[in-house]
């Protein structure tokens, strides 16, 4: 059981990672003077700075020669490093073409994406409340295909790209801080690359947009890093239930942006579609509330009648003990008194 201080700061880094995360759109708007791809290997080539302070700090540098040695790892690293690359880009580019609810609808789409990946490839068995979410997020894949005239093509690559990285990661066994390092060594060649190409051709904003848009540039690494530094402080400290819930926060800050900042059009077919989303993700999170908590009543009753078997034998042990003393003090009680000798008083 954690202290409830230390829940309250993992609720705090939790809340913070996710609202910086749902936040993002408004800090790659700032940058549309940018292409996306230049975003993007600004985002990958500041990162690895950051990420090697951070180990430097925490002195985390043993991992990195076994794993050298370990090649099928550093083949899932790379399989990490393209998926992720590839998700980050293509959010990048929807929320600067336009496209921040659908990108939000793929991000509230990933956990059943994540669930169905469980079952197909992992053979894992599902609750009957999870097959009904999984079954109400396919029809609002329909629906929201009729919405858009066309499938959703980029909540749904979102998603998907997102569950591989998930699945792939739980292969590899690093650390939060080790896995972004190692994403982040593989990634810098190549986008330092594209960036010297496009200084060379003049079409770098880091040095064509001013002082200000390279300074935005500058810090995607921060704010790439510092989100999933406070995630990892929140997930040491808080259940993977409460972790759960909290990754909605994320999506729910975009879809609120795409309606209120970037006023993006929202008919109520789609209305309709995020509608069958979020019920999908309620019948989720209340299977999670409802399996969480007869787990902790069996382990409490577990650990109640642990404690009952524990004290009848102490009793039992008590009673025998008792038992001995007194068979004891009876036999002594009946041995004869030797007779005294002669000529002796007391």
């Not at 986008?191 to 390279?214: H, M, N, P």
């Not at 409460?242 to 059009?265: D, R």
Request: proline content about 5%; overall charge positive.
């Amino acid at each position: 059981m954690q202290p409830r201080s230390d829940q309250r700061t993992g609720l705090a880094y939790g809340f913070a990672a996710y609202t910086m995360w749902g936040l993002l759109p408004l800090y790659w708007r700032l940058l549309e003077d940018a292409s996306p791809s230049e975003i993007l290997a600004h985002r990958m080539v500041w990162s690895l700075p950051v990420a090697v302070v951070l180990l430097a700090v925490l002195r985390r540098w043993s991992w990195i020669s076994p794993l050298l040695r370990q090649p099928r790892r550093l083949g899932l690293i790379l399989l990490c490093t393209l998926v992720i690359s590839a998700n980050w880009f293509l959010y990048i580019w929807a929320v600067n073409s336009g496209q921040v609810l659908e990108a939000s609808l793929g991000y509230f789409t990933n956990p059943l994406v994540s669930i169905a990946f469980g079952v197909l490839l992992l053979r894992e068995r599902l609750r009957p409340l999870q097959w009904t979410a999984v079954g109400t997020g396919t029809l609002a894949v329909i629906v929201m295909t009729v919405a858009y005239g066309r499938v959703p093509w980029i909540a749904l690559a979102l998603a998907f790209s997102f569950a591989t990285y998930g699945l792939v990661k739980k292969g590899i066994k690093l650390d939060g801080i080790e896995g972004f390092s190692a994403e982040t060594a593989l990634q810098l060649l190549p986008a330092l690359g594209f960036l010297v190409f496009l200084g060379l051709r003049g079409e770098a904003a880091f040095t064509t947009g001013g002082v200000g848009q390279a300074l935005l540039l500058s810090a995607c690494g921060i704010a790439t890093a510092v989100p999933l530094i406070c995630f990892g402080a929140a997930a040491v400290r808080l259940p993977l239930t409460t972790i759960g819930m909290m990754q909605y926060l994320a999506p729910t800050f975009q879809f609120v942006l795409g309606l209120t900042v970037f006023h993006e059009a929202m008919p109520p077919e789609r209305w309709a579609g995020f509608a069958l989303v979020w019920l999908a993700l309620a019948l989720l999170t209340w299977d999670a509330l409802r399996t969480a908590g007869r787990a902790r009543t069996a382990l409490a009753r577990a650990a109640a009648r642990a404690g009952e078997a524990a004290a009848a034998e102490a009793a039992q042990t008590a009673e025998a003990a008792r038992a001995a003393a007194t068979a004891t003090a009876q036999h002594t009680a009946e041995q004869p008194v030797p007779p005294r000798p002669s000529g002796l008083t007391q």
